[in-house]
């Protein structure tokens, strides 16, 4: 899976952000065990809000060969923001996995 992360406004720690977004997104890499690995890319984007000081959001969009799915979260801290992203996209990838497995079903009667 091929992987990009930015981080944009945000005065924390670099390294402690990039760890947390590589743990959930390890973690999201098991629910694509099916398709290849060269199809799929995630993009990651945090972002702090500029007019609340305790206020981060979350952005991913994952790129599958089937659909692109998107997720914007918001969180009190770069990690809660991230991990409600995580999520969130998490359940959009069950959902659509079980979409396909009933279309194949249905193909097969």
């Given at each position: 899976?091929?992987?990009?992360?930015?981080?944009?406004?945000?005065?924390?720690?670099?390294?402690?952000?990039?760890?947390?977004?590589?743990?959930?997104?390890?973690?999201?890499?098991?629910?694509?065990?099916?398709?290849?690995?060269?199809?799929?890319?995630?993009?990651?984007v945090l972002?702090?809000?500029?007019?609340?000081?305790?206020?981060?959001?979350?952005?991913?969009?994952?790129f599958?060969?089937?659909?692109?799915?998107?997720?914007?979260?918001?969180?009190?801290?770069?990690?809660?923001?991230?991990?409600?992203?995580?999520?969130?996209?998490?359940?959009?990838?069950?959902?659509?996995?079980?979409?396909?497995?009933?279309?194949?079903?249905?193909?097969?009667?």
């Amino acid at each position: 899976m091929n992987i990009t992360f930015t981080v944009s406004h945000v005065d924390e720690d670099q390294a402690l952000i990039k760890e947390c977004f590589d743990q959930k997104a390890a973690k999201v890499a098991k629910h694509l065990k099916r398709f290849k690995d060269d199809l799929t890319s995630l993009h990651g984007v945090l972002d702090k809000n500029p007019h609340k000081k305790d206020e981060f959001f979350a952005s991913l969009s994952l790129f599958l060969p089937s659909v692109a799915i998107h997720c914007r979260e918001r969180g009190k801290d770069y990690c809660a923001a991230i991990n409600a992203a995580f999520l969130d996209l998490a359940r959009q990838i069950d959902k659509h996995k079980a979409k396909l497995t009933r279309e194949k079903r249905r193909q097969e009667r």
